[in-house]
């Protein structure tokens, strides 16, 4: 089974709107596959992976967007085997593609949607302008981003 994207779909948030901010003192909003898993979709980490991977009716995985395998960046793009990490930019797409084919219910699909964008507001992520220089008293250093800003 392939799943085509379908017509104008367009995503709240996307990659562009999270690389265009300075996120020097300011924790990222990145996540990890158990955080992604508990959080966003109510399930295991088990789950998550097990949808990561085609299966026979899934020959893409169940990440699919605009007809392509969604690819997902790893903690240490150096090494094969480090942790996926995930954006909100990759879970709202995540969980079209998982309601697409059926493995969240649309009602479902709204409260991701709805995590997704109440994490997007408090990072900032709608406003017209990046939300600033991250500056923020007691953050680290996240250095996350850096070279693809």
């Known amino acids: 089974m392939t799943q085509e994207a379908p017509p104008e ?7 562009a709107m999270i690389v265009s901010r300075n996120w020097h003192r300011r924790q990222v909003p990145v996540f990890r596959v158990e955080t992604v898993a508990r959080v966003f979709f109510a399930m295991s980490a088990s789950w998550v992976r097990l949808k990561m991977n085609p299966d026979p ?10 007809g392509k395998a969604m690819v997902f960046r790893r903690s240490d793009p150096d090494k094969a085997r480090s942790a996926r990490v995930f954006t909100l930019a990759d879970i709202e797409p995540m969980a079209y593609s998982l309601a697409d084919f059926g493995a969240i219910t649309s009602g479902k699909l709204v409260q991701v949607l709805s ?6 507001i408090l990072y900032g992520l709608f406003e017209k302008e990046p939300a600033g220089p991250g500056d923020d008293d007691g953050a680290e250093d996240s250095g996350a981003f850096e070279d693809e800003a």
Not at 9 to 15: G, L, Q
Request: net charge negative; hydrophobic share 45%.
């Open 57 to 66: 009716e899934h020959p893409q995985t169940w990440f699919v967007r605009d």
């Open 9 to 15: 779909r367009t995503y709240m948030v996307t990659e």
């Open 115 to 120: 995590i997704v964008q109440a994490i997007a």
